[in-house]
């Protein structure tokens, strides 16, 4: 489903955030990346969103390779891999549910599929009441279920998660690592980067631990740190 | 892919709203240079429209200031004989001044004054053709006559373009400057509104939008405001010409402005299609310009 070839990523001369880096993942897997600050979790979930290319080696998501996809072709790619980040990235001037919709107006659905689409996914997630509040209105927790609402209405294939709990007390974060759960029971692939500790340890997926840029553990149902 | 008008109309109209500072100075800026676009064309329309009718002019005057009798009765005869001419009359002194007194009926200050003699008698020579006129002055010259006393319509002509040709040439440089400063400043607009939502745009394209989807709505945004601000623009300088020959009417008489000069229909068309190229072609051109660099 995703494939990391010899991988490397520098941003500058001193600056090498992956090193010959080599991971697959499967189809319907959950995998944790974890690692120390600036080992390169997030350049990892970039390199597969395409938003930079690998200075070296090959990555590769669904069989094709991403390197051969052109420009034009980036939205294509992208709406088959939903995105979660820490910082939300809902879009300020829409309410939750336009937020949503909007993840379906991108791909040209028709307007009746995205009205009975978006509210049975604000449902999944917990917000019927919040439909129609504007972020800013809402809970950070809120917030972050607004954004998987967003990156799973298409169904996609794969889900990628940067540090979703990041901003979130533990109890919320509970809340939305189920939540990541659920949509991996559906069958889809789910990558969570995160510093989130306890999380990894009560989930007991695969986690790939990072250091300087090198896979350093890679263990099913794992935990975040050795286990003595 | 569908392309769904509704939505990005709406999405339009809600970013006009809520950046509602910005649309309001790209409308004002579109505003502003189509007007004195519009002014531009109006003058220019109308010195066309006044040298159009001078030239209509089939009379060639000869002013014959202490010249005597027989000699104005020779030219007469002459005159008569040239095949460029249909008729010749002959203007005494005192029906040259009955005739300016009868132009300035309302200044009397004009004529209170004048004694029979102080304006030449004349012959009018009336042409068959009025493109005949050059011809028919050139044989008068030759015939001694100097280009002080002859009155045809190639000199109002040189006299009106050299008086106007400045002013048009003025009027297109400042035309020119006002298509530039506004194209400048309405991409700059739209530059900054992009800027002030780049983290937006980013998003957009993150949740899988094409460039074309992120654009459509910042090029109807341009397209709205171009068409405002040129809608305006237009209806202002097909109002100001309205006034304008209507004043001139009752004021300018002896000018002969017609309201026919200005096609008000092709004034208004070309009015808001430079407005909506210059707001569709800024906006498409910026937000292109900064897809480009994500
Ligand atoms: N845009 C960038 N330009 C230059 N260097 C960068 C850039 N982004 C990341 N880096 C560097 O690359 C390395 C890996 O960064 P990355 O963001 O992938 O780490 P991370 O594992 O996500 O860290 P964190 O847990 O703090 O988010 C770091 O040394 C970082 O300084
Ligand atoms: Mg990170």
């Known amino acids: 489903m995703i494939r990391f070839s010899n991988v490397t990523k520098a941003y500058s001369k001193d600056t090498v955030a992956l090193e010959r880096l080599n991971l697959e993942i499967d189809q319907g897997e959950f995998v944790f990346l974890v690692g120390a600050s600036g080992s390169g979790k997030s350049t990892m979930v970039r390199l597969i969103l395409k938003e930079m290319e690998p200075s070296a080696g090959a990555i590769f998501v669904n069989g094709t390779k991403l390197s051969s996809v052109p420009r034009r072709r980036i939205p294509q790619l992208r709406r088959g891999i939903g995105c979660v980040f820490q910082d939300f990235k809902l879009l300020p001037n829409k309410t939750a549910a336009e937020n949503v919709a909007y993840a379906m107006e991108v791909t040209g659905q028709r307007r009746r599929v995205i009205k009975t689409k978006v509210p049975q996914i604000m449902d999944l997630v917990g917000l019927s009441s919040k439909m129609d509040k504007f972020p800013e209105m809402l809970s950070g927790g809120e917030q972050q279920r607004v954004s998987i609402a967003r990156a799973f209405v298409s169904q996609p294939p794969i889900l990628v998660a940067d540090e979703p709990t990041g901003n979130l007390d533990p109890n919320t974060s509970v809340g939305i690592m189920q939540l990541l759960h659920r949509i991996n029971r559906t069958g889809t692939t789910v990558v969570v980067a995160t510093h989130d500790r306890e999380m990894v340890d009560v989930m007991r997926k695969r986690v790939v631990a990072l250091d300087e840029g090198r896979i350093v553990r890679d263990k099913v149902k794992g935990a975040y740190a050795d286990e003595v | 892919?569908?392309?769904?008008?509704?939505?990005?109309?709406?999405?339009?109209?809600?970013?006009?709203?809520?950046?509602?500072?910005?649309?309001?100075?790209?409308?004002?800026?579109?505003?502003?240079?189509?007007?004195?676009?519009?002014?531009?064309?109006?003058?220019?329309?109308?010195?066309?429209?006044?040298?159009?009718?001078?030239?209509?002019?089939?009379?060639?005057?000869?002013?014959?200031?202490?010249?005597?009798?027989?000699?104005?009765?020779?030219?007469?005869?002459?005159?008569?004989?040239?095949?460029?001419?249909?008729?010749?009359?002959?203007?005494?002194?005192?029906?040259?001044?009955?005739?300016?007194?009868?132009?300035?009926?309302?200044?009397?200050?004009?004529?209170?004054?004048?004694?029979?003699?102080?304006?030449?008698?004349?012959?009018?020579?009336?042409?068959?053709?009025?493109?005949?006129?050059?011809?028919?002055?050139?044989?008068?010259?030759?015939?001694?006559?100097?280009?002080?006393?002859?009155?045809?319509?190639?000199?109002?002509?040189?006299?009106?373009?050299?008086?106007?040709?400045?002013?048009?040439?003025?009027?297109?440089?400042?035309?020119?400057?006002?298509?530039?400063?506004?194209?400048?400043?309405?991409?700059?607009?739209?530059?900054?509104?992009?800027?002030?939502?780049?983290?937006?745009?980013?998003?957009?394209?993150?949740?899988?939008?094409?460039?074309?989807?992120?654009?459509?709505?910042?090029?109807?945004?341009?397209?709205?405001?171009?068409?405002?601000?040129?809608?305006?623009?237009?209806?202002?300088?097909?109002w100001l010409n309205f006034l304008f020959v209507d004043w001139s009417r009752q004021e300018l008489t002896f000018v002969p402005i017609d309201g026919d000069a200005v096609n008000t229909a092709s004034v208004l068309v070309i009015l808001v299609v430079v407005g909506v190229a210059i707001g569709v072609g800024g906006s498409f051109l910026s937000v292109t310009r900064f897809l480009r660099k994500i």
């Not at chain 2, 429209?49 to 030219?75: N, Q, T």
């Not at chain 2, 006002?178 to 607009?189: G, K, R």
Request: aromatic share 8%.
């Open chain 2, 1 to 238: 892919m569908r392309f769904n008008l509704g939505f990005f109309l709406a999405e339009a109209f809600k970013n006009i709203r809520l950046n509602l500072l910005m649309s309001i100075t790209a409308v004002t800026t579109t505003f502003i240079c189509i007007l004195v676009l519009g002014v531009g064309l109006l003058v220019s329309s109308h010195v066309e429209g006044i040298i159009g009718s001078v030239r209509e002019d089939v009379s060639v005057e000869v002013f014959m200031p202490g010249r005597g009798e027989e000699e104005m009765a020779a030219l007469e005869e002459k005159a008569g004989s040239w095949e460029e001419v249909a008729s010749v009359d002959r203007v005494s002194e005192d029906e040259a001044l009955a005739s300016f007194k009868d132009t300035f009926e309302e200044q009397p200050d004009l004529y209170e004054n004048l004694d029979s003699g102080v304006l030449p008698a004349s012959l009018q020579i009336q042409l068959t053709d009025p493109d005949l006129a050059n011809s028919v002055a050139g044989k008068l010259k030759a015939e001694g006559y100097d280009e002080e006393n002859l009155s045809y319509p190639q000199q109002t002509i040189e006299r009106l373009n050299s008086v106007t040709s400045y002013m048009i040439w003025g009027l297109y440089a400042a035309t020119i400057l006002f298509l530039i400063a506004s194209v400048l400043l309405i991409s700059n607009a739209i530059r900054l509104s992009i800027f002030a939502r780049r983290k937006e745009i980013e998003v957009m394209k993150l949740v899988g939008a094409t460039d074309g989807f992120v654009r459509t709505p910042f090029v109807f945004e341009g397209l709205i405001q171009g068409l405002l601000g040129a809608g305006l623009a237009a209806l202002t300088v097909i």
